[in-house]
């Protein structure tokens, strides 16, 4: 789908500097941007960018707006290019359409389930008994919800992904492929010289307006429930144990893992490779560094960073700092005591 610059310039209510009737059909990133490519620069120190960059439209901020440009480029001045330029992505691309509501034939579907007539059941997917699936939601090919689970409106829960017994989705929850939610705590005790499993007899509850990507795992409670907080979003491959309670409108980047029975507050974000160690509380706004191992409760707000264990920002700078120099101040160490020994030594010969 092309359009013309002067028709996206209206979309985004941005405004417009050079040809209006240049065609766009894609959106870019401005160093692979060619002919018919729109991109954004909202950063005034790499204006530099502009210069070789071969799109045919550019979405800039009015810090950057007063520059000099390329004659091939039409500028469209907005107040928030990167956002901009989302909007102009979706008119270019429109999304897919949304699958017709009812059940596929081959769905298997038990006849106890309450299903909205507004949802829609893909190819080969299972729902079992006792399930509720509200308005609007999507059920997409090899689904498998199994029994007692609710979903909200508007829920769309992508291919293969398994919804083990009285999980619960808010409204507007995305589930990606591969996900499983509400699979057995991995919880064990050594009785008669052998790893007997603990019972799991709690369940997910997974709040509105989340999003969970492809092949994350959260583990159902040992009791009650492992809760994720209103509009949380889980990037794919993040594991989350039995009993966890995560808070709102966290961040949690690929391979996280978070041990049993831990929390975090509002706002937390866990980079990538963060490691929770078990009943450990984070606080609200808090953001751990990547491949940071925590092992103690992390007050917020605050960042945290260097490895294992966590360490406040500042301190983990410092720390950054001093360990290059490790190998010369242990030289230096090593000569100073060959000092001391050698100014010692006579008065060890005298005693």
């Given amino acids: 789908m092309a359009m013309t610059v002067g028709a996206l310039a209206q979309l985004v209510a941005g405004t417009l500097h050079g040809d209006p009737d240049r065609q766009i059909s894609e959106a870019a990133p401005i160093d692979a941007a060619g002919p018919g490519s729109i991109s954004f620069l909202a950063d005034p120190k790499k204006t530099a960018q502009l210069a070789t960059c071969r799109g045919s439209a550019v979405l800039v901020s009015g810090a950057v707006s007063s520059i000099d440009y390329p004659d091939h480029l039409s500028v469209v001045v907005v107040a928030d290019p990167m956002g901009a330029l989302s909007v102009i992505a979706e008119a270019l691309c429109p999304s897919p359409s949304r699958p017709k509501a009812g059940v596929h034939p081959s769905a298997i579907v038990d006849p106890s389930a309450e299903i909205d007539p507004s949802a829609s059941i893909g190819p080969y997917a299972i729902v079992e008994a006792g399930v509720q699936i509200a308005a609007d939601a999507i059920i997409h090919s090899h689904v498998v919800v199994r029994q007692g689970c609710r979903i909200g409106r508007n829920c769309e829960i992508h291919p293969h992904a398994v919804l083990y017994p009285r999980t619960q989705l808010g409204d507007r929850t995305i589930i990606h492929a591969g996900t499983v939610l509400g699979r057995d705590g991995f919880g064990y005790r050594l009785k008669d010289g052998a790893h007997a499993k603990i019972p799991q007899l709690g369940a997910v509850r997974v709040g509105k307006d989340v999003e969970i990507g492809s092949n994350a795992a959260i583990d159902r409670a040992t009791f009650g429930w492992t809760t994720i907080g209103d509009g949380t979003k889980i990037d794919n491959l993040v594991q989350i144990a039995h ?9 949690f980047v690929a ?16 980079a990538g490779k963060v490691g929770i160690a078990d009943h450990v509380s984070i606080g609200p706004q808090v953001i751990v560094g990547a491949g940071t191992g925590v092992h103690a409760d992390l007050p917020g707000p605050g960042n945290y960073l260097a490895g294992v264990p966590a360490m406040p920002e500042q301190l983990a700078k410092r720390v950054g700092v001093c360990l290059p120099e490790l190998p010369e101040l242990r030289k230096r160490i090593k000569a100073i005591e060959r000092r001391l020994d050698l100014e010692d030594a006579p008065k060890r010969a005298a005693g």
């Fill in 255 to 270: 391979h996280v893992g978070i041990s049993g029975s831990s929390k975090t507050g509002d706002y937390v974000v866990l």
């Fill in 243 to 251: 009993n966890c309670q995560v808070g709102r409108h966290n961040i």
